[in-house]
């Protein structure tokens, strides 16, 4: 999953930044307003984390332009802890959810996964298929019931086809999907992963639809 980060606080970008990765999310990082809205026109982002106080343009304004260009994807909002009209505007102008600072990473966390877990219509965190069992909270894949080692890319691969089951993704939807701005991604990486998972899980799972992409037949 692509998650933007809008925080122009460089420590807490910093450390936000580093613990998404490390969550497996794919994380572009943006310091100001103006950034933000172009990157959020530009990128299939499955959640937006948004500061409120930012340079250029406000976290409001964003989101305000953001939901009135029809854009309907998760925001949770950072606010400043006195501010609670601040939260108020935030969550008038589109805003899903919002985190007070200082908060825990664990809560963040939690909160991103409900909030796009609903956007994707799962009402569980597990999602089970056939004789697969993947957790995003726990990171963990279960393969007839045994635990299965599989890397950060490949989980998050596995993941969004799984969740799109029944539906054919294409490979520059995954890449976009799977790596942020910073990564250097081989012209067949998604291939690669593919070929990894379908070593692991066995070659029907995963259908290429030549030319168009990838699926994974619904249940
Ligand atoms: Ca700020």
Redesign the pocket.
């Known amino acids: 999953m692509r998650i933007l980060l809008v ?3 460089p420590l807490l970008g910093e450390g936000l930044f580093s613990g998404l990765e490390r969550e497996n999310y794919s994380v572009d990082w943006v310091k100001n307003g103006e950034i933000a809205l172009t990157a959020i026109e530009s990128t299939p982002y499955d959640a937006v984390i948004l ?4 340079p250029k343009m406000s976290g409001i304004e964003v989101l305000q332009q953001t939901r009135s260009q029809g854009h309907d994807l998760p925001v949770l909002i950072l606010t400043a802890q006195d501010a609670v009209s601040n939260r108020i505007s935030g969550l008038d102008a589109g805003a899903d959810d919002y985190l007070t600072k200082p908060f825990e990473f664990d809560e963040l966390c939690a909160r991103l996964r409900a909030l796009t877990r609903r956007s994707r219509g799962l009402a569980e965190q597990k999602i089970c298929y056939k004789n697969i069992e993947i957790d995003s909270a726990a990171h963990t894949v279960l393969y007839d019931n045994e635990k299965i080692d599989i890397s950060r890319r490949e989980f998050a691969l596995l993941e969004e086809l799984l969740s799109s089951a029944g539906r054919v993704l294409s490979r520059s939807h995954l890449e976009e999907k799977l790596y942020s701005w910073g990564d250097e991604v081989d012209s067949n990486a998604i291939e690669v992963h593919i070929h990894h998972l379908r070593k692991r899980f066995g070659s029907d799972l995963i259908k290429t639809v030549r030319g168009v992409g990838y699926i994974i037949a619904k249940e």
């Open positions: 925080e122009d606080d500061d409120l106080g930012l």
